[in-house]
């Protein structure tokens, strides 16, 4: 940030000096020039022709530079067939004029003497009287204005130098003093990190106080993951401790029903691991900002695959098209296959599914026109492995799965009766996508 703010200063204030020099020298030109044209005007006021056609002045201009030699200001009248009338300045030296006609005032730098640069002006006249075209010149040396031009020069570098050095010490102070914080707000992520503290609660700027709610935000909601994790290990633990105790204990006795003990056990540890395993991936993908899942292509895809396992079954979709929820797309795959499998399931081979969009929420009912389910049992059948009809291929897990995944994300899973098919309604509320 120091570095461009220096490199800008500088571009800014050298383009600057650049404009200022060329206005501030040609100002002092022109009025050395405006000088030099009064002294020509002079000079042609007051010229006579002699006798002879020659140039004559009845009186010597008034500078007395003119009559001391070499003083740096010359005059000089040319025609014609005459020899050219000059100064007294110019001593043994003579003006070369330029080979063009010079109806106007014509200004010039000129070298033609050695040591000295002369600024010369020089105009053709016609006298009355007389057939020739004179050129009248005045020259200067350039000594004085540059001078000037010299001074004007070293104050812009100096004072621009100045304000361009100020200008970039206070760019350092502003960035130094505004990222300050930033130097706080390191020190106290390693102390979170470290472990001296669990959150960062150092007073910043305002600037800065809303990244520190942020972070704030998500070691809280790494905490949350790590404690659910913890937790689902636990459990899974807990839950496969009592199925290998069965089968610890029948091993040892010998059971002669140890095979059948062994697939049932297994059965059960097998339910428990695919539980956990759904939340675990649910919870993983979880990102409430990130995630955004169209309902429509799942709800598709999930028809297509639901179809070929149940052939007898008609799947009929309705409802908004447009409908996205705030799910990773397997996660909603998954709750909707669980749901509209289930419904295919126990029902009488039709299904029938709803999408509908509020403010706030997407939701998914899903009909069928099965037996459904008593009132008294539907808070109860969401139990991990709780089935109500064991005569069906399952593992009891799937509407567990749903309403753990489901509560996940924010959302919710509810059991009603299907006033259109007579059996079991299944709501899913899912948050909707911004």
Known sequence: MIGIAALWIGLLLSVG??????????????????????VL?????????????????????????FLEPYS????QVSGQG?????????????????????????YYDSAEFPGEALRIIERDVRMPGSPIRWRFQVAQNRELLDEQIGVIRNTLIQSFGVLGLGLIILAALQAIYGLWPLRKMRRAIAAVRSGQKSRIDERLPAEIQPLTEELNELLEHNETQAEEARRHAGNLAHAL????????????????????????????????????LARARAIGRRSSAQARSAVWPSLESVERAVSRLYENVTIDIAGDKQAEARVERQDLDELLGNLIENAAKYGQGRVFVTVNATPEWAEIEVEDDGAGIPESERETIFDRGARLDSGKPGTGLGLAIVRDVAQIYG???????????????????LPKAA
């Open 241 to 276: 401790k009592t199925p290998l105790t069965v089968v610890n204990n029948a091993a040892t006795a010998h059971a002669p029903d140890l095979a059948d003990t062994v697939i049932r056990e297994s059965r059960v540890m097998r339910r428990q691991v695919d539980h956990h």
């Open 82 to 106: 005459f020899e050219p009338f000059r100064s007294r300045s110019l001593w043994d030296r003579r003006l070369t004029p330029q080979g063009h006609d010079d109806g106007e005032a014509h």
């Open 41 to 65: 005007t002079s000079m042609i006021a007051s010229a006579e022709i002699g006798p002879e056609g020659e140039v004559l002045y009845a009186r010597e201009p008034a500078d007395q530079r």
């Open 17 to 38: 000096a650049y404009a200022l020099d060329r206005l501030l020298t040609s100002a002092v030109t022109e009025n050395f020039d405006a000088q030099l044209e009064f």
């Open 411 to 429: 959302g919710s899973i509810a059991l009603e009766e299907s006033e259109d098919l007579g059996g079991l309604l299944a709501r899913l509320k």
């Open 72 to 75: 740096g200001l010359y005059y």
